[in-house]
């Protein structure tokens, strides 16, 4: 079954550091993957994704995510880390099969960014 | 502004008594979907819809029902909500009709739902 997995309930940087969450991901075919973030009291946005083509994915607000086709990895990066970027980090694949009409989300990662 | 709205936005019940959020989209997005949010589980799936009248059930699906009615509404009904239905839910929607594959989604701010 199609699944992520998020090891890192919490990652805490500090501001101007490089951050990285990590996401792994397992499916039989060719993976959809997404990233999400939740800011307080709001619902997710959407940041960026990688459906195919060049490995680095760019997406909002600085961010960017490697696809690692050998490690099963989408893992999400910012060279410079901001206050303001913390928030709780949602990975995500899309289903297979008779699933496709659905997003796999993982249990997330918090992200502390301290001043 | 392109939006999903969800209301309430926090809500407080007992045991048995029907509720109803609502979600609202006006993007024109064929497909939306209902999720919970609770602690180290993430996010699962209740239901979904691909258009109007055309639905079918997530991965938690037990004690919730949904219509799709008209495009842009897609409630959620709990016809007698228990403790266990304690949770933050999300309304999304997206563009493509048929699946999620390369559209992103669009969420409502959520809501907190304690059912006593």
């Known amino acids: 079954a199609q699944s992520v997995a998020q090891p890192e309930d919490q990652v805490n940087v500090a501001e101007g550091n490089p951050l990285t969450v990590k996401c792994t991901y397992s499916?039989?075919?060719?993976?959809?993957l997404f990233w999400y973030v939740q800011y307080p009291n709001r619902g997710l946005q959407f940041l960026l994704k990688?459906?195919?083509?060049?490995?680095l994915v760019k997406g909002s607000y600085g961010f960017e995510a490697e696809f690692n086709k050998s490690q099963t990895s989408f893992h999400l990066k910012k060279p410079s880390a901001l206050v303001s970027d913390s928030a709780l980090y949602f990975c995500a694949v899309r289903g297979e099969g008779r699933n496709t009409d659905k997003l796999i989300f993982g249990t997330g990662t918090r992200l502390q960014v301290f001043p | 502004e392109a939006q999903v709205t969800q209301n309430p936005r926090y809500l407080i019940t007992v045991t048995g008594k029907k509720l109803t959020v609502t979600c609202s989209q006006n993007m024109n997005h064929e497909y939306m979907s209902w999720y919970r949010q609770d602690p180290g589980l993430g996010l699962r799936q209740i239901y979904y819809s691909m258009n109007v009248e055309v639905t079918d059930k997530g991965d938690v699906p037990e004690g919730y029902k949904v219509s799709r009615k008209e495009k842009r509404n897609f409630p959620l009904i709990l016809e007698s909500p228990s403790p266990n239905q304690t949770s933050l839910y999300f309304c999304?929607?997206?563009?493509?009709?048929?699946?999620?594959?390369?559209?992103?989604?669009?969420f409502g701010s959520g809501t907190q739902l304690s059912v006593l």
């Open positions: 499916v039989s075919g060719n993976p959809y």
């Open positions: 990688y459906i195919t083509g060049d490995n």
């Open positions: 999304a929607s997206s563009l493509m009709g048929r699946g999620v594959g390369g559209e992103k989604l669009f």
